[in-house]
């Protein structure tokens, strides 16, 4: 109850702050520039010139100290050691040399080869075929709805499919190992698999993107022109022959989009190794191990912020051409 | 004709293939839901996929005390019931741990000191003494019982009162909901400067904002709890809500302005020229015109604070107070890594929310995506 009136008044006074905020500024700026008087035309210019910056400086402040300075403070403590001193490129040369830094990488470029690639192809998938039919609206619902739950949650459910028991603890309760079973084949501990179990990490991202990727290629396959699909099938194509020779090159800017889009989600994944393994057995990744380097044991902020700042470089050619692409649509 | 029967065969192989597809995907929800509602022994013993069938399960009871046998004719007997009220029927039973289904109810076993037992199948048991019997430790009873498939709120109220998801629903909420509205508030007067009014280097902060769009939160980690510390903010609510409202900033601004940038440049002209100031035009016409803008982002950032288990694991405390419900569901994988009947409730409970938010809200979800990666690639 106290933690629930608590929550209540925070909420309230953080809300109402802001708002004063863009009132009370607003109000001022009105006061000492009035729009009257014998110095009106100069207040109005004056006025016009300040209040853009009242109505950006929040955002413009909360950003530079959240995201922009972070930045550059990382790349400075990336070149420290844990006790502050400076050590140059010694902790670039310890990742290099470290066997769990390039297990990681590894890792990571496979999940950065795998996850996107099969949930954009599900994703196309899904959204060619509920296109087509008539409950396609609630088939895309029920495709969709992993999104909605927490890497955490998905952990859970994955983690119960891949459930394994051993040989006196009775059935097996996990749907995997059921299923292996019925087929002949012996239960498995999915999970410490070496080398396998990454991709029956990668499946649980896939599962969740899916619906992403689905939606936003549906949307895009309703964009295409009635006519060049309806001059194919005159021509005599199949219906397989339109999906893949007139409609996918039609609509590749948009995979591009998804694919770039969840290859960022796919560098910073996190939750989804915490959860299920922690990093063991052989499925480390970067931001996991930048975690462990960071908050576990003793902490070494220099090793965790080269990890990051590797993170960094493999996220800025996507930076880079999505502000190009950006700047291309504005003009 | 030919033409119209390879049509609707194929109409066939499409619903067809989407039907599996559609059940491929919601299979992994829909076992653990149905396991959060079955008690411990069924879940530990049997899959969730045969929730509808009986389960079967091995009891051990004594009966009672040989001191309590009454005498009946020549002989000495015990009376009793196992497996009280439970529901339940015996499908065997024995009376040694080598042999516990050695007999099917109604049978009569012998003991080695002579004794004689029935089960029978609704629970019931005789034993018969020949000679009038003492001691306090009662015979034995190993029996096998069949339980009628059944549901219970049991893990629910466990979770929600015992294992404190309760208290972090309460820390979620305090977490998510500022987390929510600041940032919408704080984008949408930036998104609205950006898109209509005239700054110098306007061009170089939009270009600037979709640039931090993909920057990742790992990097704000360290030195952001430094300078939270430095500034005595420390770990809390305070904390974590202007960390999230950073994060959430760039998306916001982003799908925000684009959305304005499409507004009808008419209305706020003649606006102006009808004297409003743009603090007005804001008001009375922009955060009207934009509500669906505005909705779709407020659902993203809600979905993403909800479920978010890294920033809240940087920013927040490790008390009572602070943990929220992804934190403390990991930690109940760690905990009680074995105990799915807990870990299902706990992850059905945490899931609710978002679900509801999800399927309610599903229109501006959808529009939002679009115009988040569609339009600005």
Redesign the interface.
């Given at each position: 109850m106290q933690q629930a009136l608590f929550a209540l008044s925070t909420i309230i006074i953080g809300v109402f702050g802001c708002v004063a905020y863009f009132y009370f500024s607003n109000l001022l700026l009105d006061r000492m520039c009035p729009a009257k008087g014998p110095n009106a035309g100069r207040n109005i210019n004056r006025a016009n010139a300040i209040r853009p910056w009242l109505f950006v400086f929040p955002a413009l402040a909360i950003l530079s100290i959240y995201l922009l300075y972070p930045v550059f403070s990382t790349f400075y403590l990336s070149l420290h050691d844990s006790r502050g001193q400076f050590v140059g490129a010694d902790n670039y040369t310890w990742l290099v040399g470290d066997e769990k830094f390039r297990e990681s990488l590894v890792n990571n470029l496979l999940w950065l080869l795998v996850v996107p690639a099969a949930s954009t192809f599900f994703g196309l998938v899904a959204a060619g075929l509920t296109d087509r039919i008539k409950w396609g609206q609630l088939a895309q619902s029920l495709v969709f709805m992993p999104m909605a739950i927490s890497f955490v949650g998905a952990a859970v459910i994955w983690k119960f499919i891949y459930d394994y028991r051993g040989d006196n603890q009775g059935e097996q309760i996990g749907l995997l190992n059921a299923l292996v079973q019925v087929f002949g084949g012996d239960p498995q501990a999915w999970i410490t698999l070496p080398f396998w179990n990454n991709f029956f990490l990668m499946a649980i991202l896939i599962w969740i993107q899916t619906g992403f990727a689905m939606v936003i290629l549906s949307a895009a396959l309703k964009g295409i022109s009635e006519e060049t699909i309806e001059a194919a099938y005159l021509d005599g194509a199949s219906p397989l022959q339109v999906f893949f020779k007139i409609k996918i090159p039609q609509i590749w800017g948009t995979i591009a989009v998804v694919w770039t889009t969840i290859t960022v989600t796919v560098l910073k994944v996190f939750d989804i190794v915490f959860a299920m393994t922690n990093g063991q057995w052989g499925t480390q990744v970067l931001a996991n191990l930048m975690y462990d380097w960071m908050f576990r044991g003793s902490p070494d902020f220099g090793r965790g912020s080269a990890i990051v700042v590797v993170i960094m470089l493999l996220v800025t050619p996507v930076m880079v051409w999505n502000i190009y692409n950006a700047h291309k649509e504005s003009r | 004709m030919d033409m119209a029967g390879g049509k609707s065969r194929?109409?066939w192989a499409?619903?067809l293939?989407?039907?599996l597809?559609?059940l491929l995907?919601?299979?992994?929800?829909v076992?653990?839901l149905i396991?959060s509602f079955r008690d411990r022994d069924a879940?530990?013993?049997?899959?969730?996929?045969t929730a509808l069938s009986a389960s079967e399960k091995n009891v051990i009871e004594r009966a009672l005390a040989p001191g309590e046998a009454k005498p009946e004719g020549d002989l000495w007997v015990i009376e009793g019931q196992v497996l009280v009220g439970q529901g339940v029927s015996v499908t065997a039973f024995g009376i040694t741990s080598k042999e516990p289904v050695a007999f099917t109810p109604g049978d009569t076993a012998t003991h080695a000191r002579g004794h004689k037992i029935t089960v029978q199948s609704d629970g019931r048991y005789r034993i018969e003494y020949a000679e009038e019997p003492s001691g306090s430790r009662g015979q034995r009873l190993f029996v096998r019982a069949e339980t009628p498939p059944g549901f219970t709120l049991d893990n629910y109220r466990e979770v929600l009162f015992a294992e404190g998801m309760g208290?972090s629903l309460?820390?979620t909420?305090?977490v998510t909901?500022?987390a929510t509205?600041?940032p919408v508030?704080?984008?949408a007067?930036?998104a609205?400067?950006?898109a209509w009014?005239?700054?110098p280097g306007r061009?170089l902060?939009?270009?600037?904002?979709?640039?931090?769009?993909?920057?990742?939160?790992?990097?704000?980690?360290?030195?952001?709890l430094k300078?939270h510390i430095g500034v005595g903010l420390g770990k809390g609510?305070?904390g974590i809500?202007?960390?999230h409202?950073?994060?959430g900033?760039?998306l916001a601004?982003f799908l925000l302005r684009n959305y304005m940038v499409g507004l009808p440049g008419e209305i706020i002209e003649s606006a102006r020229v009808d004297g409003a100031?743009?603090?007005q035009i804001?008001r009375r016409i922009i955060l009207p015109l934009s509500f669906p803008a505005l909705a779709s982002f407020a659902i993203f950032q809600f979905?993403w604070v909800?479920?978010?288990?890294?920033v809240a694991?940087?920013f927040l405390g490790t008390g009572e107070?602070q943990v929220v419900m992804?934190g403390r569901?990991?930690d109940l994988?760690g905990s009680r890594g074995g105990d799915?009947e807990i870990?299902?409730a706990?992850?059905f409970v945490?899931?609710a929310v978002?679900?509801f938010?999800?399927?309610s809200l599903?229109r501006y979800l959808?529009r939002g995506?679009?115009a988040g990666?569609?339009?600005?690639?």
């Open positions: - | 194929l109409t499409v619903n293939s989407a039907a597809l559609v995907w919601i299979i992994p929800t076992g653990l396991s879940i530990s013993t049997s899959g969730w996929w208290r309460l820390n909420l305090t909901i500022p509205i600041i508030l704080v984008a007067f930036a609205y400067a950006l009014m005239e700054m061009a902060l939009v270009a600037a904002v979709v640039g931090l769009l993909v920057v990742p939160l790992q990097v704000a980690f360290i030195p952001l300078l609510y305070l809500w202007l960390a409202t950073g994060f900033l760039p601004v100031t743009d603090f804001f979905l909800w479920n978010d288990l890294l694991k940087v107070d992804t569901i990991v994988l799915w870990l299902a706990s992850a945490s899931i978002p679900i938010v999800f399927f599903q959808v995506l679009l990666s569609v339009k600005g690639g």
